[in-house]
């Protein structure tokens, strides 16, 4: 059996801990929803209150006290893992370890008072350190791998918003496909915060009652909070004590909006059917769906139109599972708590229930179930789906080993290819009126697109015209890099509900605090449908994203990727880097390159396990530690093929 066995696991949501945050209703039960009006959001001002709160006590014992709210969970979830890893593999912490974790907001509860501490005059040099070391988007990775004593051999952190973990897993999978890791944990996590929940409601994307996956009436989602890590190791046919199996991963992107999706689904579709094929299987096998299932208009429509296309007739309806009805949306978090979920209704042969009591809409005709029933439902499909385009998918497969399944098809043999850098820019700064003209769009539209997004569309042009036209990427992917995301956006976001209240958030600026938003602004201006997302897993994210685009190359995911590492440098940057790491170099600027199967003379070959903080030299951050691995490159012949 390929791809990669569930061993151990651990997890938190609304639900509990542990196995109760992933449980499906059982057999002749409904599900039931923890989503709730919560006292915290309505006491800030939100017209739209309901959230999915996880239990106060979070179980954490014999460790440091946690940061923020995010650590806590992600720590909880992690802590369980580490501890059943110790009952059913005591000898795990001698192996080569990869943690590949996924998270929408990372520390954003900090951030939020990072910078309203900003503003107080009265704030000391201190508290303002003490603060800005946990408001990164990965400040909670930091924190609980510490806590836990963990020092993984490979690290990544994916923030590709809400499909985030799933993206992570997929990237666990190829890990050990090659033999990088001998076990993988994989997940992700967020908590709940007024800056994401008012980001939401801006956007008129939360339910004022109740989420209604699929169904008449659906209004939006709702928040939940939570966390959920799985400890993969290479899948076997006679693998002992695996819970299930992951075999097949698939990514793309939309490539058409920055937070709506493609109404056709093509993306999706794509990342569905690349899923289906790494794993060898035919549509035939999958009789449950995890869906995204966001309960909001267009997203619900789109998912059920890919789901009837790859279920087509003769293939028959699978059962479909809205787990973010039960628990509420959980972000970073959500792609591994539904598969889990899933991987639950797997070995227990139950076909879950679906929450929602509204009838189906006709317009998203998808099989839900009143009560739970029992089922042998062969394998799972996971889909996901995320601001930028992201597209996302995983197929899973109980324990018992299969054999190849009736009207199977031969799994896809992933070879490890060579990765190549070939051409590469470095801009420094960008021009409207030249970049509005380069891209052929009206002026007012570059204006509409944040100043981090400005940056990888020019470093886009720069690139396009380095391999002399866009044909050069025809069916590339795009992995952006930032040492600390979209820091200054998100002051810019925090200040104006600070100032006006939640209601008062502004819809156009939102967006742009997802990390992920260059790595779309950029597939969309080309046109790039392969996978895409952004990686952050600390102040090397320039070569993270290189080594996160070359993994995907090397497994055949994708012939071609740009790699984006941009660093917008602005004044809450700036302050951070001087109160949190003086003397260390940030600088408004952006790298792209193009990462290729295809040797040509010149070309960097990519060690795929290189370690980004050696890379660069000491003090560089973000794209300047990038642009310095690839000059100190070119400047040693016996480093190029």
Same mark, same amino acid.
Request: proline share 7%.
């Given at each position: 059996?390929?791809?990669?066995?569930?061993?151990?696991?651990?997890?938190?949501?609304?639900?509990?801990?542990?196995?109760?945050?992933?449980?499906?209703?059982?057999?002749?039960?409904?599900?039931?929803?923890?989503?709730?009006?919560?006292?915290?959001?309505?006491?800030?001002?939100?017209?739209?209150?309901?959230?999915?709160?996880?239990?106060?006590?979070?179980?954490?014992?014999?460790?440091?006290?946690?940061?923020?709210?995010?650590?806590?969970?992600?720590?909880?979830?992690?802590?369980?893992?580490?501890?059943?890893?110790?009952?059913?593999?005591?000898?795990?912490?001698?192996?080569?370890?990869?943690?590949?974790?996924?998270?929408?907001?990372?520390?954003?509860?900090?951030?939020?008072?990072?910078?309203?501490?900003?503003?107080?005059?009265?704030?000391?040099?201190?508290?303002?350190?003490?603060?800005?070391?946990?408001?990164?988007?990965?400040?909670?990775?930091?924190?609980?791998?510490?806590?836990?004593?963990?020092?993984?051999?490979?690290?990544?952190?994916?923030?590709?918003?809400?499909?985030?973990?799933?993206?992570?897993?997929?990237?666990?999978?190829?890990?050990?496909?090659?033999?990088?890791?001998?076990?993988?944990?994989?997940?992700?996590?967020?908590?709940?915060?007024?800056?994401?929940?008012?980001?939401?409601?801006?956007?008129?994307?939360?339910?004022?009652?109740?989420?209604?996956?699929?169904?008449?009436?659906?209004?939006?989602?709702?928040?939940?909070?939570?966390?959920?890590?799985?400890?993969?190791?290479?899948?076997?046919?006679?693998?002992?004590?695996?819970?299930?199996?992951?075999?097949?991963?698939?990514?793309?992107?939309?490539?058409?909006?920055?937070?709506?999706?493609?109404?056709?689904?093509?993306?999706?579709?794509?990342?569905?059917?690349?899923?289906?094929?790494?794993?060898?299987?035919?549509?035939?096998?999958?009789?449950?769906?995890?869906?995204?299932?966001?309960?909001?208009?267009?997203?619900?429509?789109?998912?059920?139109?890919?789901?009837?296309?790859?279920?087509?007739?003769?293939?028959?309806?699978?059962?479909?599972?809205?787990?973010?009805?039960?628990?509420?949306?959980?972000?970073?978090?959500?792609?591994?708590?539904?598969?889990?979920?899933?991987?639950?209704?797997?070995?227990?042969?139950?076909?879950?229930?679906?929450?929602?009591?509204?009838?189906?809409?006709?317009?998203?005709?998808?099989?839900?179930?009143?009560?739970?029933?029992?089922?042998?439902?062969?394998?799972?499909?996971?889909?996901?789906?995320?601001?930028?385009?992201?597209?996302?998918?995983?197929?899973?497969?109980?324990?018992?080993?299969?054999?190849?399944?009736?009207?199977?098809?031969?799994?896809?043999?992933?070879?490890?290819?060579?990765?190549?850098?070939?051409?590469?820019?470095?801009?420094?700064?960008?021009?409207?009126?030249?970049?509005?003209?380069?891209?052929?769009?009206?002026?007012?539209?570059?204006?509409?697109?944040?100043?981090?997004?400005?940056?990888?569309? +020019?470093?886009? $042009? =720069?690139?396009?015209?380095? *391999?002399? #036209? !866009?044909?050069?990427?025809? %069916? @590339? /992917?795009?992995?952006? &890099?930032?040492?600390?995301?979209?820091?200054?956006?998100?002051?810019?976001?925090?200040?104006?509900?600070?100032?006006?209240?939640?209601?008062?958030?502004?819809?156009?600026?939102?967006?742009?605090?997802?990390?992920?938003?260059? +790595?779309?602004? $950029? =597939?969309?201006?080309?046109? *790039?449908? #392969? !996978?895409?997302?952004?990686? %952050? @897993? /600390?102040?090397?994210? &320039?070569?993270?994203?290189?080594?996160?685009?070359?993994?995907?190359?090397?497994?055949?995911?994708?012939?071609?990727?740009?790699?984006?590492?941009?660093?917008?440098?602005?004044?809450?940057?700036?302050?951070?880097?001087?109160?949190?790491?003086?003397?260390?170099?940030?600088?408004?600027?952006?790298?792209?390159?193009?990462?290729?199967?295809?040797?040509?003379?010149?070309?960097?070959?990519?060690?795929?396990?290189?370690?980004?903080?050696?890379?660069?030299?000491?003090?560089?951050?973000?794209?300047?530690?990038?642009?310095?691995?690839?000059?100190?490159?070119?400047?040693?012949?016996?480093?190029?093929?």
């Amino acid at each position: 059996m390929k791809g990669a066995s569930v061993v151990a696991a651990g997890a938190v949501s609304a639900h509990g801990l542990g196995r109760a945050a992933y449980a499906v209703a059982p057999v002749g039960a409904p599900a039931v929803s923890a989503i709730r009006r919560d006292p915290e959001l309505a006491a800030a001002g939100l017209a739209r209150p309901l959230c999915a709160r996880a239990p106060a006590e979070l179980g954490i014992v014999h460790v440091p006290a946690p940061g923020d709210r995010a650590t806590a969970l992600l720590l909880a979830a992690l802590a369980q893992v580490c501890a059943e890893l110790d009952t059913v593999r005591p000898g795990w912490r001698a192996l080569r370890l990869g943690v590949a974790l996924g998270t929408s907001s990372g520390g954003m509860l900090t951030a939020e008072r990072f910078f309203a501490a900003l503003e107080r005059p009265d704030a000391t040099p201190g508290e303002l350190a003490a603060l800005g070391r946990g408001a990164t988007y990965f400040a909670p990775l930091d924190d609980a791998l510490r806590a836990l004593g963990l020092a993984p051999r490979l690290r990544q952190q994916t923030l590709a918003a809400c499909a985030s973990s799933t993206v992570a897993l997929g990237l666990g999978l190829r890990w050990l496909a090659r033999g990088a890791c001998d076990l993988v944990l994989a997940g992700g996590y967020d908590a709940v915060s007024l800056f994401v929940a008012a980001g939401f409601e801006a956007l008129r994307a939360t339910t004022a009652s109740a989420p209604q996956p699929f169904r008449l009436g659906r209004d939006g989602m709702a928040l939940g909070e939570g966390a959920a890590v799985l400890a993969l190791v290479p899948a076997s046919a006679t693998e002992a004590g695996a819970a299930f199996h992951v075999t097949g991963f698939g990514a793309s992107c939309d490539a058409v909006h920055i937070t709506a999706p493609d109404r056709e689904g093509r993306g999706l579709a794509r990342a569905a059917r690349a899923a289906l094929g790494d794993a060898g299987l035919e549509a035939a096998a999958v009789g449950l769906v995890s869906a995204h299932g966001t309960s909001t208009p267009y997203n619900d429509a789109m998912e059920a139109r890919v789901v009837a296309e790859l279920f087509a007739p003769p293939a028959g309806p699978p059962v479909v599972h809205p787990f973010k009805a039960e628990i509420g949306h959980t972000l970073g978090a959500a792609g591994a708590l539904e598969t889990l979920a899933a991987g639950e209704a797997l070995g227990l042969g139950i076909a879950p229930a679906a929450a929602g009591d509204a009838p189906q809409d006709p317009e998203a005709p998808v099989r839900q179930l009143a009560v739970s029933e029992a089922c042998e439902l062969g394998a799972a499909l996971k889909l996901s789906a995320a601001f930028g385009g992201v597209c996302a998918a995983l197929v899973l497969e109980s324990a018992r080993a299969r054999a190849q399944p009736p009207g199977g098809v031969p799994a896809r043999v992933r070879a490890v290819r060579p990765v190549y850098v070939g051409a590469h820019v470095v801009v420094g700064g960008v021009e409207r009126p030249a970049l509005a003209a380069a891209l052929g769009w009206p002026l007012d539209r570059v204006a509409r697109v944040d100043e981090l997004g400005q940056l990888g569309l +020019a470093a886009g $042009v =720069a690139l396009v015209a380095a *391999l002399g #036209g !866009p044909e050069a990427l025809a %069916g @590339a /992917g795009v992995v952006a &890099g930032q040492a600390l995301g979209p820091l200054d956006v998100n002051a810019r976001f925090a200040a104006r509900i600070a100032a006006k209240g939640p209601r008062g958030a502004d819809p156009r600026l939102f967006p742009a605090t997802s990390p992920n938003a260059v +790595a779309g602004h $950029v =597939a969309i201006a080309w046109g *790039l449908t #392969g !996978p895409s997302f952004a990686v %952050g @897993a /600390g102040l090397d994210a &320039g070569l993270e994203a290189l080594l996160a685009a070359a993994e995907l190359v090397a497994a055949g995911d994708a012939d071609r990727m740009v790699v984006v590492a941009a660093d917008e440098a602005g004044p809450t940057s700036r302050r951070w880097v001087e109160v949190v790491a003086p003397g260390r170099t940030l600088a408004r600027g952006a790298v792209a390159l193009l990462l290729t199967s295809e040797r040509s003379e010149g070309a960097r070959l990519v060690d795929l396990d290189a370690d980004p903080s050696l890379g660069a030299p000491t003090g560089c951050i973000g794209h300047l530690g990038l642009e310095a691995w690839l000059r100190e490159r070119r400047m040693s012949d016996s480093d190029w093929a």
